[in-house]
């Protein structure tokens, strides 16, 4: 199972929006809605941050939505604050395991 | 409060093998499958496969087959993570992570450092 594509970095003034891409095939981010998306600070663990494509877990900002068309999946940040520099990744079921994206850097200018 | 508390950083020769250990609290252990990541130095994350922990049953994804092991000590909440034949490229953070539902992983352990070096 090949990884899901994702762009190397993103960068954003405070404020603005930015959009993370996460590109799979039918036979996972097209085929389900189980879409994840993950926030990783340098030196932690990963933070779940939306769940089956637009779902937040409770006590995550509303700055942070995901979205789904076709193969490609897509978590937006509005409202950019520098506290959301980090690394991001998707993940998707595959229908008999879990694959997850290659990684964004989020960079807050 | 859940949590996923992991062993120590390990430093192994090539060749030996190491054990991680994953202990969970704040849940009903048996409820949720445990799934184990890796993070290789300055890379991404790989899934590496998973264990339900009802029945012990272990699924590896591709590349973790052979020398990679699953297993669970249900009397103490804990899951284990045992590596073999140990190579330069295991080096990486390994996590654990409980299964909320179908592909979504809720909490995650803090990571533990497998560095293999002569």
């Known amino acids: 199972q090949s990884a899901l594509t994702q762009p190397a970095s993103v960068s954003g003034s405070p404020g603005q929006s930015i959009t993370i891409s996460c590109t799979g095939t039918?036979?996972?981010?097209?085929?389900?809605?189980?879409v994840s998306w993950y926030q990783q600070h340098p030196g932690k663990a990963p933070k779940s941050m939306i769940y089956d494509v637009s779902n937040r877990p409770s006590g995550v900002s509303n700055r942070f939505s995901g979205s789904k068309s076709g193969n490609t999946a897509s978590l937006t940040i509005s409202g950019l604050q520098a506290e959301d520099e980090a690394d991001y990744y998707c993940?998707?079921?595959?229908?008999?395991?879990?694959?997850f994206g290659t990684g964004t850097k989020v960079t807050v200018l | 409060q859940v949590q996923l508390v992991q062993s120590g950083s390990e430093l192994k020769q090539p060749g030996a093998s190491v054990k991680v250990s994953c202990k969970a609290s704040?849940?009903?252990?048996?409820?949720?499958?445990i799934n184990w990541v890796r993070q290789a130095p300055g890379q991404g994350l790989e899934w590496m496969g998973w264990?339900?922990?009802?029945?012990?049953?272990?699924t590896y994804a591709q590349g973790f087959t052979g020398r990679f092991v699953f297993s669970l000590d249900t009397s103490v909440n804990t899951a284990y993570l045992q590596i073999s034949t140990l190579q330069a490229e295991d080096t990486a953070i390994y996590y654990c992570?409980?299964?909320?539902?179908?592909?979504?992983?809720?909490?995650w352990g803090q990571g533990t450092l497998v560095t293999v070096s002569s």
């Open positions: 264990i339900n922990t009802k029945t012990g049953n272990p």
């Open positions: 993940s998707s079921y595959t229908g008999s395991s879990t694959v």
């Open positions: 039918s036979s996972d981010v097209g085929g389900y809605k189980y």
């Open positions: 704040g849940y009903t252990f048996i409820s949720n499958a």
């Open positions: 992570t409980k299964n909320f539902s179908v592909a979504r992983f809720d909490y």
